[in-house]
């Protein structure tokens, strides 16, 4: 199965006050959770598994940073768990005026377990949206 989706949010915000989020989707992101795999925590080769947190032993995939340009985009590989590519994630922030465009687009061969993952996607961008223009 296919899996591509292409969502979007203006953010209230500058790119910086958002790319802590996107360096750590896990706060405010609903699907797997991304752990850092032992010694590969940083900068663009930066590695992780990813797993549900209610089944953190059951790791789903892998993915690696590919591409890591600071407050404007992050690519991360997903990779099967024998090594194969299965898609790419991407977040690309657009400075507008006192404004961000935040748009994520996934492209991969895999999908969470029961998840509709087109409106779980557009959802939690909604939340991140929310997360960042109540904080300070």
Same mark, same amino acid.
């Given at each position: 199965m296919d899996l591509v989706t292409h969502n979007q949010v203006l953010i209230a915000a500058l790119p910086a006050?958002?790319?802590?989020?996107?360096? +750590? =989707?896990?706060?405010?992101? %609903?699907?797997?959770q991304l752990r850092p795999s032992a010694g590969c925590t940083s900068g663009a080769a930066a590695r992780f598994t990813a797993a549900m947190a209610e089944e953190p032993q059951n790791i789903? !995939?892998?993915?690696?940073?590919?591409?890591?340009?600071?407050?404007?985009?992050?690519? *991360?590989? *997903?990779?099967? *768990? +024998?090594?194969?590519?299965? #898609? !790419?994630? %991407?977040w690309r922030l657009t =400075?507008?005026? +006192?404004?961000? *465009?935040?748009?994520? +687009?996934?492209?991969?061969q895999i999908s969470t377990p029961g998840a509709d993952d087109q409106r779980r996607f557009a959802a939690?961008?909604? #939340?991140?949206k929310e997360l960042v223009e109540v904080r300070p």
């Amino acid at each position: 199965m296919d899996l591509v989706t292409h969502n979007q949010v203006l953010i209230a915000a500058l790119p910086a006050k958002i790319w802590p989020y996107i360096l +750590d =989707p896990n706060t405010w992101k %609903t699907g797997a959770q991304l752990r850092p795999s032992a010694g590969c925590t940083s900068g663009a080769a930066a590695r992780f598994t990813a797993a549900m947190a209610e089944e953190p032993q059951n790791i789903l !995939f892998s993915a690696e940073n590919v591409e890591l340009l600071t407050e404007r985009r992050r690519t *991360l590989r *997903l990779n099967a *768990l +024998d090594g194969t590519l299965v #898609g !790419f994630v %991407t977040w690309r922030l657009t =400075p507008l005026n +006192d404004a961000t *465009l935040l748009e994520y +687009d996934v492209y991969c061969q895999i999908s969470t377990p029961g998840a509709d993952d087109q409106r779980r996607f557009a959802a939690e961008l909604i #939340g991140l949206k929310e997360l960042v223009e109540v904080r300070p």
